[in-house]
């Protein structure tokens, strides 16, 4: 089944809509961001943001749910660890500038590869980067990434 057929039946709370316009300006969760992906600040800002959702540390009820999974170790023992039950579905519409597409992409790469990059340091100490394949396995089960491209469409990203 694919990611998008999925998204149909998840409760709306765990669906973080992205779109991009084509004047590369962003919606994100329930937010209109007003200026450019291309503006650094800007993108930090709305990357942090977008970490937040997914990770949601404070339990917030309008951010996505999260889960307590049992995961095997690579030594044998078994871990707890919240889980995100985030999807991102991502939109932008047929005029968006491929480089306007690339920048909103890397939002969501980035979010999660640096929260992967923090559980990583927590959990075993070293970048993600050293880990072992088991290690990265606890990892990526850990911080599963949901992301779902919609088709593109002819719509302003508000």
Known sequence: ??????????KHRNIIVIRVNHNGEMFLGSTYVKGSLHNDELYAEELARLKELI???????????????????????????????????FQCDRATTYEDYTKAMRLITTAYKEIREELSAEVFG??????????????????????????HRDAPAR
């Open 1 to 10: 089944m694919a990611l998008e057929d999925a998204l149909r039946g998840m």
């Open 55 to 89: 990770s949601n540390p404070e339990d917030n009820e309008e951010c996505p749910e999260m889960e307590m999974r049992d995961i095997q170790m690579p030594d044998g023992t078994t871990r707890q660890f919240r889980v995100s039950k985030a999807a991102v579905s």
């Open 126 to 151: 070293k970048s993600f980067s050293e880990l072992s394949d088991a290690e990265m396995q606890v990892v990526y089960l850990a911080v599963p990434m949901n992301v779902s491209e919609v088709e």
